[in-house]
């Protein structure tokens, strides 16, 4: 090929386009390499021995029983490891004196929750080193355990109770607060109630996020070669870079000799975005014995032992003005940490910390979160992290405020959102929203709800005593996201940066290598980064390869959560193409005998102003590898490195609406519709969202529905199956509706925002309200999540249509409530 010769140009533009995933042959067929499949000579198998106990001292481990059976290579206890195991770390301290127990990943002394490892069995198989298992022997002195959250925040050596670990003292372990005041980024939020409890309205509410299980589809597993001076670590993980820094900094080995290999992963969800002790041990285990070593857990263990998410106590108090104006908003929460803090489970209250303002623009805030230790699972990131708790809060109080002020819904969020005009906007949390425009998705939601015609429609049932009622549920949500900003980060006390790194190399075939630091589990990183790169180098799509979770290919990056790869990742790749064309543009010139300044990059060729004469980016590429004539002083490669930071989060946001009917003789819901419109800013893949809103909407809704994790009296986790932990299926929900408005991010050229936790943030209040709604007219003004039917009968019952009343109708319900004057509840709604 000539320099005067053409590849065929890119036939249009890849982003916006519906490709199919590169990935999914793969993995829908199961044709792929998951981290239990490998297979490594001379390997052997792990099984953990665990406590039966939520809290106990540990008397003795023995072993002898289990090391005499068939093909065991040796059993350790925590005290045989204590040298080797390391210790797990906290990354995220959120106050300089937070109380940190001390976590091992095998126990030695004390367990602090049922599940916790104390003792490690190596076998030639798997199924040897389970059955072995439990012929070991533990001894424990049972001690009471710390679980109710509220008892456990009161519980210290002066009030007495059961403490999660009594040489603390306390089971506090760190109270972070944000005060808008202090700030200076608004008022005084007890200036604002005192205001609203003399002419305005103030809403006292507690409502309760309930602990919930990340049930990613492949189990936790972890294999680890020791051959050679290379320590190799195969883990299904979602951080494979952070993952060889924690190991690297706790048992001494140089993260030169420590390669982490996070192949084709089954889902995370946050669930993975964990060091475990699994992982610890599986790595002194085959250092200690110079053998390679695997570690799956079963489903039960991934219940039991893998980190859950949610579980806080939510105390707010919201003032308003009579017409539903609002002037402050305070929050007061307990969280659960369960047992160990851990990552960062710490931080994931803070990070709601700035959402609870949400899309409003109230002049008065104040946070306050007092995280707890108990003797349960410890609690980490879950889908969203903070933002589905604070977006449930305060989406549920909006529309306790409308039934206050008898008005809709949408008009008192209508009354108080930030309007399209507005933006950039800063909160009164502190954060700058870029962009955003909540007219135009409610708007579209609306029109694809038939909001009216349902309403109407539920006006109908209401005046004839239809024993099934419809309620309609609205939320409106925005969220931070594309974690990252570094700096923001560090204000914030956590470890690490956010920044993202990649590489773009050309290779001499005119191909094109990517390598992300941003490490996938299911999300399309290899399709969606393949559209963004062949768009800015002009090349194929199908010419553009993507590599990622392997720290010895992609040596830098902080790996895949918050929904951060597009916006971080994706921009990072942005900026490395970029500096691949300019490397290119001195050669092309050379070559095609032109100045620099003249030459016009555009569809993947460089063409010389004026004239027909052009040479692709990939014919430059070819001419680098054979580097027969190049200008002097120029290096004979194209590739080429970046690291984005950005300097913002990004906003996505968006309207959703459910309708669900209820059936108030035997409290079943059905859903009946649910509309979402979400503005994600530019979409680089159509498909690839839908399927993120998908998945998003239905772990949102089996909050709201039917998930929950439920310990019993003695801390023995009783959902710890699916028989028990009501995981839903596609059969469960119904088709939604989804689509989206755009207004671009202006923190990134992509112009994205991040999609992967939007559907989960949002649905949770848009389904809970919908119930709400429907039985407002009982008198009902909440109900627990997960909102079963029988805690909706119990509701009803508690009414004064089945029974006792508890908490007044709301004003344009019951007239005769008024609408004048203070209204000042102090009690949370029917909590059947």
């Known amino acids: 090929m000539t320099a005067t010769e053409t590849r065929p140009e890119q036939a249009e533009r890849e982003i916006g386009k519906e490709r199919r995933r590169k990935e999914d042959q793969r993995l829908i067929t199961g044709r792929t390499r998951w981290t239990d499949n490998i297979v490594l000579p001379g390997m052997l ?17 023995d072993t002898e029983a289990a090391r005499a059976a068939t093909n065991v290579v040796d059993v350790l206890s925590g005290a045989d490891l204590a040298e080797t195991q390391g210790v797990l770390i906290n990354a995220w301290p959120i106050t300089p004196d937070q109380k940190t127990p001390t976590h091992l990943p095998v126990a030695i002394d004390r367990v602090a ?40 925040a009161a519980a210290d050596e002066t009030n007495g109770g059961p403490l999660a670990h009594p040489d603390l003292g306390t089971n506090k372990s760190a109270y972070w607060v944000f005060d808008s005041a202090e700030a200076g980024t608004g008022g005084d939020v007890e200036e604002a109630i005192r205001q609203a409890r003399t002419d305005g309205i103030v809403l006292e509410r507690e409502y309760r996020q309930q602990r919930l299980i990340p049930a990613f589809m492949e189990p936790r597993s972890t294999v680890v070669d020791p051959t050679g001076e290379q320590l190799t670590v195969w883990s299904a993980t979602q951080i494979p870079h952070i993952l060889r820094f924690a190991l690297a900094a706790t048992t001494g080995i140089p993260e030169s000799k420590l390669r982490v290999i996070a192949p ?90 700035f959402m609870f303002n949400a899309i409003y623009k109230f002049p008065a805030y104040h946070f306050a979160v007092q995280t707890v230790l108990t003797n349960k699972t410890w609690t980490d990131a879950y889908r969203g992290a903070g933002r589905p708790e604070a977006t449930f809060a305060i989406e549920r109080l909006m529309d306790e405020l409308a039934a206050e002020v008898g008005v809709d819904p949408l008009a008192v969020r209508e009354q108080n959102w930030i309007k399209h005009e507005e933006f950039p906007f800063t909160t009164v949390a502190g954060l700058e929203y870029d962009s955003g425009n909540y007219e135009a998705a409610t708007a579209r939601a609306k029109e694809l709800f038939g909001y009216d015609e349902l309403r109407a429609e539920q006006q109908r049932r209401r005046d004839s005593g239809d024993p099934v009622q419809l309620g309609i549920g609205v939320s409106t949500f925005t969220e931070m996201c594309g974690l990252a900003p570094s700096r923001v980060l560090g204000s914030l006390d956590y470890g690490a940066g956010g920044w993202e790194h990649a590489s773009v190399r050309m290779l001499a075939t005119g191909t094109v290598e990517v390598v992300t ?29 993507v590599l990622h979770g392997d720290t010895a290919i992609a ?55 004026g004239t027909d004469q052009g040479m692709a980016i990939t014919e430059i590429a070819s001419a680098v590898f054979a580097a027969h004539n190049l200008p002097d002083g120029v290096e004979p490669s194209l590739d080429s490195d970046a690291t984005f930071d950005p300097v913002n989060f990004n906003y996505p946001h968006g309207t959703h609406l459910c309708a669900m009917e209820v059936d108030t003789e035997t409290g079943a819901l059905k859903m009946r519709k649910y509309v ?43 959902s710890g199956s699916f028989v028990d932990y009501l995981l839903p299926t596609a059969a469960d929900t119904i088709s939604f509706e989804v689509d ?82 203070t209204v000042d509840r102090t009690t949370g709604g029917t909590d059947a």
């Open 45 to 61: 198998h792990l099984a953990m021995v665990r406590s039966p106990f939520a809290h106990a001292r540990i008397l003795s481990v």
């Open 517 to 545: 630091g941003a490490s996938a589990h299911g999300q399309g990183h290899e399709t969606a980064f393949s559209q963004i790169v062949a768009d800015r180098l002009g090349v194929p799509f199908e010419d553009v390869e």
């Open 555 to 609: 040596h830098k990056g902080l790996d895949t959560y918050g929904s951060r790869s597009l916006v971080v990742g994706g921009e990072a790749l942005v900026k490395a193409a970029d500096k691949v064309i300019e490397k290119a543009r001195p050669i092309a010139a050379h070559l095609l005998e032109a100045s620099a300044d003249d030459l016009e990059f555009s569809g993947g060729r460089f063409a010389v102003r």
């Open 740 to 821: 989206h408005t755009t207004t671009p991010a202006l923190t990134n050229t992509l112009g994205t925002k991040g999609v992967g936790e939007a559907g989960t943030i949002a649905s949770t209040p848009a389904v809970v309200n919908a119930v709400v709604d429907a039985l407002r007219p009982f008198g009902i003004h909440d109900i627990a999540m997960p909102c079963t039917p029988e805690r909706v009968w119990r509701a009803i019952q508690g009414t004064d249509k089945g029974g006792s009343t508890t908490g007044a109708a709301a004003p344009h319900f019951d007239a005769s409530t008024g609408m004048e004057g």
């Open 264 to 353: 084709d992963v089954g889902g995370g969800f946050g669930g993975k975005l964990q060091t475990t002790p699994e992982e610890w041990i599986t790595v002194a285990v085959a250092r200690r014995l110079s053998r390679p070593v695997k570690y799956t857990e079963t489903r039960s263990e991934s219940l039991m032992a893998g980190h859950h998410g949610r579980d806080q106590w939510q105390k707010l108090t919201l003032a308003a003005t009579k017409d539903g104006t609002v002037t402050g908003l305070k929050v007061e929460l307990l969280a659960d940490l369960g047992a160990y803090v851990s990552l960062v489970g710490g931080g994931v209250p803070v990070l709601g910390a």
């Open 676 to 718: 979402c419109v979400d503005d994600i800013g530019n979409v680089i893949n159509p498909l690839i969202v839908a399927g993120q809103v998908h998945g998003g909407l239905v772990q949102g809704i089996a909050q709201a529905l039917w998930e929950e994790a439920v310990y019993d009296e003695s801390g023995t986790l009783v």
């Open 113 to 152: 929750f049922a599940g916790e490892i104390v003792a490690v069995v190596v076998a030639r198989s798997a199924a040897e080193a389970r059955d072995a298992a439990e012929l070991v022997d533990v001894e424990y002195d049972v001690l009471p355990p710390a679980l109710d959250l509220k008892e456990a």
